[in-house]
């Protein structure tokens, strides 16, 4: 019998988090009539509005809940979804004092619109932002700043595409760290992933990995198989794939496991599950546990934040229990 996992280990370790802060918001509206204007259009009357930390900063406060110490660097504009970041992170008691203000930047907003409980469509708020030379030399001091007075235990990678990671950032980061002996565990999205080379956990999801193995179809038979390739590219220590309702993959370039999950939920609601599993995974890897046990909390976590409503984190009180 495998002996159980020490989650008190989680507590205190400090965690660099870098990566695209968004908002998440959830409008709850109804419907009692459709719009003289428009042909089968419904008014939608708003009942309730929730916003939530998304992205990078929902990572941050997965690892405050879990006892742990977040500092978070990112890159947000000036305007009103800023300051609802803001308020939000100083709710939850973790520091800003990483984040850059860039007033020539849009702060990312989702908003998931219901009507009657039921989903009907997302409206993303965004700007194709390209980080320019400034952005990122005030990215990477704040990083280098942190590394140095903080001193942190573990680096997440939490890449949403939005300009915060990029070519100039990833590689001096990835620098960095290796130079202060510091492990690096990626959240990656479809644009950046072959510039993560070296770094200590790897966590696509199954369509991510399906895009960097150029397959038309990733199953259980040739998961392997396209874990080496893809560890050939960019050279990881160690793979975990996260396959939604199938649990998840793991491979540490030389042997590899399918960990199912134990029970199935018939109406996960999925968002904000990747940065819970990132930010437990780092955790772990931190602790120095297993690759297989990392794997077992991962599941854990996600079948526990995928009963949530919305995106809301983790606490140290489920994972435990």
């Known amino acids: 019998m495998a002996a159980p996992i020490d989650l008190t280990k989680f507590k205190n370790k400090r965690v660099l988090i870098i990566g695209d802060i968004i908002l998440d918001e959830f409008v709850y509206t109804t419907s009692e009539r459709n719009s003289p204007e428009y042909f089968n259009v419904p008014i939608l009357n708003v009942e309730n509005k929730k916003t939530y930390l998304g992205g990078a900063a929902n990572v941050a406060l997965n690892i405050k809940k879990l006892n742990a110490i977040p500092y978070l660097v990112g890159s947000i504009g000036n305007d009103n979804a800023a300051q609802t970041i803001y308020s939000l992170i100083q709710q939850e008691g973790i520091s800003n004092q990483y984040i850059h203000d860039n007033p020539r930047q849009k702060t990312t907003v989702k908003t998931r619109v219901f009507k009657d409980g039921n989903p009907i469509f997302r409206m993303d708020e965004e700007e194709n932002y390209t980080a320019n030379e400034l952005t990122n030399h005030f990215i990477l001091k704040h990083i280098s700043d942190a590394i140095n007075n903080q001193k942190p235990h573990v680096i997440i990678l939490q890449d949403y595409n939005k300009g915060v990671l990029n070519e100039t950032t990833i590689t001096e980061i990835i620098a960095l760290a290796q130079q202060h002996q510091i492990p690096i565990c990626v959240d990656p999205k479809y644009k950046n992933w072959m510039l993560?080379?070296?770094?200590?956990?790897?966590?696509?999801?199954?369509?991510?990995?399906?895009?960097?193995?150029?397959?038309l179809k990733i199953n259980f038979e040739n998961l392997e198989t396209n874990a080496v390739a893809l560890q050939q590219k960019i050279n990881f220590k160690n793979l975990l794939v996260t396959l939604g309702s199938s649990g998840n993959f793991i491979f540490d370039g030389d042997k590899s496991k399918i960990s199912p999950l134990k029970t199935h939920l018939l109406t996960p609601d999925v968002c904000g599950a990747g940065d819970t599993v990132i930010a437990v995974a780092s955790?772990?890897?931190?602790?120095?546990?297993?690759?297989?046990q990392i794997a077992e909390l991962a599941n854990k976590a996600g079948f526990i934040v995928c009963q949530k409503e919305n995106v809301q984190p983790i606490t140290f009180e489920e994972l435990e229990y």
């Open 196 to 215: 993560y080379k070296n770094v200590d956990l790897f966590k696509p999801n199954k369509k991510e990995l399906k895009v960097m193995s150029d397959e």
């Open 283 to 292: 955790l772990g890897l931190a602790s120095g546990f297993t690759l297989a």
